[in-house]
């Protein structure tokens, strides 16, 4: 069972690719597929029969209690076999029905996915994979409703199918939700066994029955079914006939057996199952395309099958469960009779359809084979199962049940009247009459899967008590009714067969009187027309609260944000008793005479108007912060800190070279108090928070077993950097993602669409002096050769200094991001010595190599111990004696620091190219911005590409 | 355990300083506003290791060593932070580049909606065929080439309404 979901989730995802080999003939992989998985699945037939259940079980989450358990009863057999056996009749249809490749490739994988998906939903014990496998169908029918999206309104029925489904659907995972909650468990098995008596599972069946009713298509969600056949006829056929809109009918019929017994559930069902019966069959009568009429159609029958379930007794479920098979068997059988039609005539409109019997036989003979089933005409199986519908009515009212079993019965009766008469309406309207549209093609293939269908429905009205003992163990699960009476065409002259006489004469006058009407059908459902004024309400209200709240203007939203932090968890804070005064004011005076310094200069930052004078203000602070570190006991964070103040401070002044020297705002507004006060405010909020933070601490650190850890699990004797690499090596791993991403940012937002070291090119070097380095400026008023001679001397030094901190990072204070940091300085000190060229010289490619190689190096390292059968991020440690450098421990984690090395030092090679290079380039070639004297504004750069 | 007050009070100045830069519009302090209040955020996480200690390395007495967790989170802060600041920085030359000054202006798609909403209208994206005759249902008629719908209805409503 595992298996045939497998293959079909994984035919669904290379079928795609395959089309364009195969061409439409694709559609074959999971015919073939889907006909063997149907015939075994016809084996296990008289197992399941003798009520014996085939299990299937991979834990999935234990911890939260799901499973992908699978269950084959007699129930989920039915389905299955709808599912595999008319889908695979449905897939060959496809093969011929689909011409444009494109359309064919793109119908193919949904159609397959969708096939796997339903399933999963009919196999699965476990209400959460039911519920995955249910929302996985709604998915797919979206899109496959929704193919054709260049056109308006199939993309709004796409839209109005996928939010009415998953409306239910979402309601219905708050229902078994709830009953989890009641139960202990998500197996459907466990709770069938011992039904749950409480008032909130009865909400929770409640709630389930909604989603299967917006699934079903059952008033009040009936009008998304017809919207629906905008998807193409073979996607009707399975989707919106056969399978998916009988997933609801399956939760009903699998749910009933424990909640039948609720006060409300056979009124509710009987009656909004009659309701949308009547109105689908009503409705069904007035259509002019053909397939538009067949869509209500099923409307109809959804609700007859919603009427019959709903009885609830062991007659009701083998009469529904018989019909649901007839349904899906006739019901894809005529979508595809009218995708035959709709091919070789170019239309569906019954206006122009007529007299095509004497030009297709076979598919008007499979058309009529299988209207007739639906119109519950003997001997096809339709007849079969209404007759028992009718008939478990009527015991019904006998047995108790007097007013329910009366009304079911009258609404069958009624409906299949009508039925009947819609059903005649399409017959005839289409093959019968004189011809008004000759056929252009034939397609004697594309009748194969239709007539096949037509057969099985008229073998299927014959095989009556094959079908009874196949339905034993559902229609016996049901706690309702005596035992149901045996399957058979012929019970002699019973009331229910003089009410499916008197049916079929009203339908036949029903349609004298009406049925050749052929005016367009005009007025719409009120319910949709709710649905579609609901929508455009949640849209105004939308457009209302966006216009009155988003003003566009970020100081505004930064402003409510911030308000809200100081007002909500300010207020909490103050009121919740948990500051205390219990503080320790300082713990030396070093840190006192730090904290004053960064404190008042980061105050002067904020009045500053010097675009320089304010940056080195920050770097004072930066710098009194690597020192608050170093005091507090962070060798790592100092240098860290530091490294990094050093290089933005390198790079905002490559930036500075092209900006005017003032701020924009001037600081005299009278807003500047109000942003004051509120920075007091969460600056108040955010110390008092961190105080009351460690005043109420109760548990112990989690931090306490690091120093343990670090040394057993990351051998290596610094904590800092064993967290790093080891115990939180995701954090890092995101992060360093972060710094990938905001250097590949910064790269394209100075060469917007160049290869970085491709739009600096490298030049021979040309100078006529004799330089240091090979790259140095050849213009002698540039050249240092001070600089020159230095950098030649120290980028070796920095360098090994570099490595020795990455080598020595898991022991000792260091590690890839400070080694990385040194090597960016370095690679800066480059480029002040000899500008682009010298940088292009000390790294000849692009920076993205260096980044791209980084990441691929710590992925790798946090995935490598799976393959030797570790677990992600497991580190070893490797020792051995070498000659001169004596006993030495490699620990594995290093690869990932050197990982993150590289992205460092790629990140460095981005800011310190892209920021110095970069726009020296734009300088020459005169796109740079010009600051202007004495002002806040530059000249833009003239001729920028955007 | 016992907070030290004068690291809290130091982050927390770092903070309001930072906030008060952030309000601005122009892309450059945003950036300073940015790092203070970084630098802010990092000395509170300081405060929440507790007392000062000895640096975090194995052969140090477990007793006496700072807390290692919080100095791991800040770590990576501040490279995170060095390159968010990076990246506003390019950005704040762009805008220079482009317009010749570093202000952020208010958001235009914003104001498109503002409008909309004192039009009483509906949103751009949404497409109001329910007057239509929705009963005769789509056709599958992408076999057929299909043709490339444009909603231009809402549109013109947009124009309308300014």
């Not at chain 1, 992989?29 to 009520?51: D, E, H, N, R, T």
């Not at chain 1, 468990?185 to 466990?190: D, E, I």
């Not at chain 1, 009714?481 to 019970?491: N, R, V």
Request: net charge neutral; charged share 15%; hydrophobic share 55%.
């Amino acid at each position: 069972m595992l298996l045939t979901v497998s293959i079909l989730a994984v035919l669904g995802v290379v079928a795609s690719a395959l089309s364009s080999r195969l061409g439409r003939f694709v559609f074959l992989l999971p015919a073939a597929a889907s006909i063997a998985a149907a015939v075994w699945f016809g084996m296990q037939g008289p197992a399941v029969a003798a009520g014996e259940i085939l299990q299937e079980r991979i834990e999935w989450m234990p911890a939260l209690d799901i499973a992908i358990d699978l269950r084959l009863g007699a129930l989920q057999w039915l389905l299955a076999m709808v599912v595999l056996g008319v889908g695979g009749l449905i897939f060959v249809y496809c093969a011929w029905y689909f011409e444009s490749h494109t359309l064919a490739s793109r119908t193919v994988g949904l159609l397959t996915g969708f096939a796997a998906s339903m399933l999963l939903l009919v196999l699965s014990d476990d209400l959460i994979v039911l519920m995955v496998g249910w929302e996985l169908t709604t998915i797919f029918s979206y899109l496959l409703v929704g193919l054709n999206h260049r056109s308006a309104s199939n993309r709004r029925a796409a839209q109005t199918a996928l939010i009415v489904t998953t409306i239910g659907g979402l309601t219905m995972l708050t229902g078994i939700m709830l009953l989890k909650a009641e139960t202990g468990t998500f197996s459907l098995a466990a709770t069938l066994a011992e039904p749950p008596q409480t008032t909130a599972a009865a909400w929770a069946a409640a709630l389930m029955v909604v989603g299967a009713l917006s699934k079903s298509a059952i008033v009040p969600f009936q009008y998304w079914l017809p919207g629906a056949m905008a998807a193409p006829t073979p996607v009707s056929a399975f989707l919106h006939a056969a399978a998916m809109v009988k997933a609801g009918i399956f939760l009903i019929a699998a749910l009933s057996p424990a909640f039948v017994e609720l006060p409300w559930w056979r009124w509710g069902l009987v009656s909004l199952g009659i309701v949308t019966m009547l109105l689908g069959a009503v409705r069904a009568m007035r259509q002019l395309d053909i397939k538009v009429l067949l869509a209500h159609g099923t409307v109809s029958q959804l609700g007859l099958l919603v009427t019959v379930l709903g009885i609830g007794t062991h007659a009701s479920m083998q009469a529904g469960l018989t019909l649901l098979a007839a349904h899906a068997v006739f019901k894809a059988a005529l979508f595809m009779v009218v995708g035959v039609v709709d091919k070789s005539t170019g239309t569906r409109d019954l206006r122009e359809l007529g007299g095509l019997a004497r030009r297709m036989p076979v598919a008007a003979g499979a058309a009529i084979l299988s209207a007739a089933s639906m119109a519950g005409i003997p001997p096809a199986l339709g007849f079969l199962g209404k007759e028992a519908a009718l008939d478990a009515a009527l015991r019904d009212a006998e047995g108790g049940m007097l007013a329910i079993g009366w009304l079911a019965f009258l609404g069958i009766a009624v409906g299949a009247a009508l039925t009947v008469a819609y059903s005649l309406r399409f017959v005839v309207g289409t093959f019968f009459g004189a011809l008004v549209t000759e056929p252009k093609r034939r397609s004697r293939i594309l009748v194969i899967a239709p007539v096949l269908l037509a057969l099985i429905g008229l073998v299927g009205g014959f095989s009556g008590e094959l079908i009874s003992q196949l339905l034993e163990p559902q229609v016996e699960a049901v706690p309702a009714g005596e035992d149901a009476p045996q399957l058979a065409l012929w019970h002699g002259f019973t009331p229910a067969l003089v009410s499916s006489m008197i049916a079929w004469l009203l339908g036949a006058l029903v349609h004298r009187s009406f049925g050749g009407r052929r005016r367009a059908p005009h007025g719409q459902d009120p319910l949709e027309r709710g649905y579609h004024a609901g929508m455009r309400a949640l849209d105004r209200l939308a457009v209302e609260v966006t216009g009155r709240t988003q003003t566009g203007s970020l100081p505004m939203h930064l402003t409510t944000i911030l308000l809200v932090v100081v007002a909500f968890p300010g207020i909490a804070l103050l009121l919740s008793g948990a500051l205390t005064s219990d503080v320790r004011l300082y713990d030396s005076a070093g840190q006192v005479a730090t904290a004053v310094i960064v404190s008042i200069a980061a105050i002067i930052a904020t009045t500053t108007r010097g675009r320089l004078k304010a940056f080195m203000l920050l770097s004072v602070v930066g710098y009194g912060v690597a020192l608050l570190f170093l005091l507090h006991g962070g060798p790592d964070l100092a240098l860290v800190q530091a490294l990094t103040e050093t290089v933005f401070l390198v790079i905002l002044v490559l930036v500075l070279r092209r900006l005017p020297k003032y701020f924009t705002d001037r600081p005299l507004r009278a807003a500047r108090y109000i942003r004051a006060a509120l920075g007091i405010a969460v600056g108040t909020f955010a110390a008092l928070a961190s105080l009351a933070a460690l005043q109420s601490r109760t548990a112990e650190p989690i931090s306490d077993g690091f120093y343990r850890w670090a040394y057993e699990f990351g051998h290596g004797a610094n904590i800092v950097n064993v967290t790093l690499v080891d115990i939180r090596a995701w954090d890092t791993l995101g992060e360093v993602a972060v710094v990938l991403a905001a250097a590949t940012g910064v790269a394209s937002l100075i060469f917007v669409r160049r290869p970085t070291a491709g739009a600096l090119r490298r030049s021979p070097s040309a100078t006529g002096r004799r330089t240091w380095l090979r790259g140095a400026f050849t213009s002698e008023q540039l050249a240092s050769p001070v600089l020159e001679m230095m950098t030649r001397l120290l980028f070796p030094v920095m360098m090994t200094v570099s490595i020795y901190l990455l080598a020595v990072g898991h022991n000792a204070p260091g590690g890839g991001f400070a080694g990385g940091l040194v090597a960016g300085i370095a690679l800066a000190v480059r480029y002040l010595a000899g500008g682009g060229q010298e940088l292009l010289e000390a790294v000849p490619f692009d920076a993205g190599k260096l980044l791209g190689g980084g990441m691929a190096v710590v992925v790798l390292s946090v995935i490598w111990p799976v393959l030797i059968g570790g677990r992600i991020g497991e580190s070893y440690a490797i020792e051995a004696t070498l000659p001169l450098l004596g006993d030495q421990k490699l620990v594995t984690t290093l690869f990932f620091d050197i990982g993150v090395w590289l992205i460092v030092i790629g990140a460095m090679l981005d800011f310190v190219r892209s920021l110095g290079a970069g726009i020296d380039l734009h300088s020459e070639q005169n796109v740079a911005p010009r600051p202007q004297w004495r002002s806040d504004r530059s000249l833009p750069g003239e001729g920028v590409r955007r | 355990m016992t907070p030290t007050l004068i690291l809290a009070i130091a982050g927390g100045v770092l903070i309001a300083a930072g906030v008060y830069l952030l309000l601005e519009r122009s892309l450059m302090r945003i950036l300073a506003g940015v790092m203070l209040a970084g630098n802010g955020v990092n000395l509170l996480f300081l405060v929440s290791a507790g007392p000062a200690g000895d640096a975090a390395l194995v052969g140090a007495d477990p007793e006496t060593i700072a807390d290692p967790l919080p100095q791991a989170m800040v770590l990576t802060a501040i490279v995170i932070t060095l390159a968010t600041s990076a990246f506003l920085l390019a950005m704040s030359y762009r805008s220079f580049q482009l317009e010749g000054h570093d202000e952020v202006a208010d958001d235009v798609e914003d104001a498109i909606v503002r409008r909309r909403a004192e039009a009483d209208l509906s949103s751009e994206a949404y497409v109001d065929i329910s007057d239509s005759d929705s009963e005769s249902g789509g056709r599958d008629d992408s076999e057929s080439g299909g043709r490339f719908e444009r909603e231009t209805g809402s549109r013109a409503e947009d124009e309308e309404a300014r």
